[in-house]
């Protein structure tokens, strides 16, 4: 089974932070994806990466960063965290040589911001 | 543009009966539709997906989903709930024809089955 691994279940930071958010996969995916959730609004998209060292914007990317300097990790950088950056935080993971493959979530950060 | 629509935010359903969870979207060229579901505190875990031929897909859990091309619908169902079956769903479709777009969710429907 593909394991998408969160580093942090819950996190609490202060405004102003930098705060890092971590993801790795153990399935040589090479589709890697950062979605936030907020009750009534779904999941937006944040940022997705399909290669090493490449990265795109997806629907929300203001105040975001993020890293992927090896295939299996992908790195959210809040470069400097705001309160309306509470929320919960989902990276998912797919094979990259077809578009008809489902995507594989990790539990989740649920990040406050102080 | 894709777009993915839930129209109930909520679905309540007595155990033993049929689920139908609805799904509609709209894409500019065919589709690759799939459901997920979400259990409190946990990520999302992949249900079912269309991709192409038989109509009616069968998934997980003992879901299934019927893509209705003309109605452009993918609703989920499952012919008798548990109460297990609680929980939130979500719907995403991709563009077939615009390769590397990522998926796009709707904003999911809580489906609550009573015992």
């Known amino acids: 089974d593909v394991k998408v691994t969160q580093s942090s279940r819950y996190l609490v930071k202060r405004t102003g932070e930098k705060v890092f958010l971590e993801c790795v996969q153990d399935m040589d995916h090479e589709n890697m994806f950062w979605y936030r959730q907020d009750p009534g609004l779904g999941l937006r998209l944040i940022y997705f990466?399909?290669?090493?060292?490449?990265?795109e914007k997806g629907d929300i990317p203001e105040g975001y960063s993020v890293s992927r300097e090896k295939k299996e990790r992908f790195s959210l950088i809040l470069e400097s965290a705001s309160t309306n950056q509470t929320s919960m935080y989902l990276c998912a993971s797919s094979l990259g040589d077809r578009d008809n493959q489902p995507q594989h979530f990790g539990d989740g950060t649920r990040l406050s911001i102080l | 543009a894709q777009s993915v629509a839930q129209p109930e935010d909520q679905v309540n359903v007595a155990e033993g009966n049929p689920l139908t969870v609805k799904c509609t979207y709209s894409v500019s060229g065919n589709p690759y539709l799939f459901w997920y579901v979400q259990y409190p505190n946990r990520g999302l875990q992949f249900l079912l997906k269309?991709?192409?031929?038989?109509?009616l897909v069968k998934g997980s859990y003992g879901f299934e989903a019927e893509f209705n091309k003309s109605q452009t619908s993918f609703h989920l169902k499952k012919p008798s709930a548990l109460v297990s079956d609680s929980a939130l769903y979500f719907c995403a479709v991709r563009d077939k024809d615009q390769a590397g777009t990522a998926l796009i969710f709707g904003k999911g429907t809580t489906l609550s089955v009573s015992s």
């Open positions: 269309y991709i192409t031929g038989d109509n």
């Open positions: 990466s399909y290669d090493v060292k490449m990265k």
